[in-house]
């Protein structure tokens, strides 16, 4: 695999404060979240955020509220058909039992049920005008970027932070810029992973970054400890070179 298969560390993390001003849709049965632009708006071209295990939730509604901040249409579908993770899992928590059958056993997170969510979700946004579409993955979310990266499955431009569960073939087939924000310390995506991810994205001919940041664990975009200068700096600057990345490729 060009990363490995979440863990514990995919859930640990701190709520952020702040207050999410975007809305809550149906795309048929799939809950999702938008945040729609106001001021600058960046026409034809929309961003799908794909989450962590902890899906729609503060977090990941402030960040895609500020992305609208920057001009782009952002939409979080609930790719978790309403069996989410909570945050910080207590300690023996079965995390690939969950993966494999969802909460009672009968609602798994597999590629297979995941695939046809994103589907949906990219239909929704051509449907809605966008020409274009960027795609933001986080950890479990990652995986999904990169399968839809290939050739005619709908996303053009990608963007990851501390990804797991993608297989060096997923990205090997990507067909577009891709970006990947990394962690010094990540059990999920360490060193080797991280390098073999370069001879890869090499391979594809494809504009790519890999940018790594010291100081911080898996998760640090989504779940950092803010109150902690070198993790608030990281998040920041991940975050910015999602934008940066999309500024030069997507528009």
């Keep these: 695999m060009a990363s490995n298969p979440p863990g514990k560390c995919c859930t640990v993390g701190v709520k952020h404060e702040g207050s999410p001003t975007g809305s809550t849709i ?24 794909l989450p962590d295990v902890i899906g729609i939730w503060q977090n990941s509604q402030l960040m895609a509220d500020q992305f609208a901040e920057n001009g782009y ?8 058909n309403g069996d989410p993770l909570s945050l910080n899992r207590p300690e023996g928590f079965d995390f690939m039992a969950w993966l494999t059958k969802g909460t009672g056993g009968n609602n798994p997170h597999t590629y297979q049920a995941v695939d046809p969510i994103v589907e949906k979700s990219i239909a929704y ?5 966008f020409k274009k579409i960027g795609s933001v993955g986080y950890c479990f979310g990652a995986k999904y970027v990169a399968r839809f990266m290939a050739a005619g499955k709908g996303i053009d431009v990608g963007y990851v932070a501390h990804p797991s569960f993608v297989e060096e073939a997923e990205l090997a087939a990507i067909k577009g810029p891709f970006s990947i924000a990394a962690a010094e310390t990540d059990e999920i995506f360490p060193a080797a992973k991280r390098h073999k991810s370069e001879t890869i ?3 594809t001919k494809q504009p790519y970054q890999i940018n790594l940041y010291s100081g911080v664990v898996h998760g640090f975009s989504v779940r950092c400890d ?23 490729y997507l528009l």
């Design 125 to 129: 946004l051509k449907e809605k005008g």
């Design 201 to 203: 994205l090499v391979e």
């Design 26 to 49: 149906k795309i048929g049965d799939i809950e999702a979240y938008v945040a729609e632009p106001k001021g600058t708006v960046h026409k034809d071209v929309a961003i799908l955020y």
């Design 73 to 80: 249409y952002t939409l979080i579908p609930d790719v978790f």
């Design 226 to 248: 803010t109150s902690k200068k070198v993790e608030k700096f990281a998040k920041e600057q991940a975050f910015l070179q999602a934008v940066h990345w999309f500024d030069e």
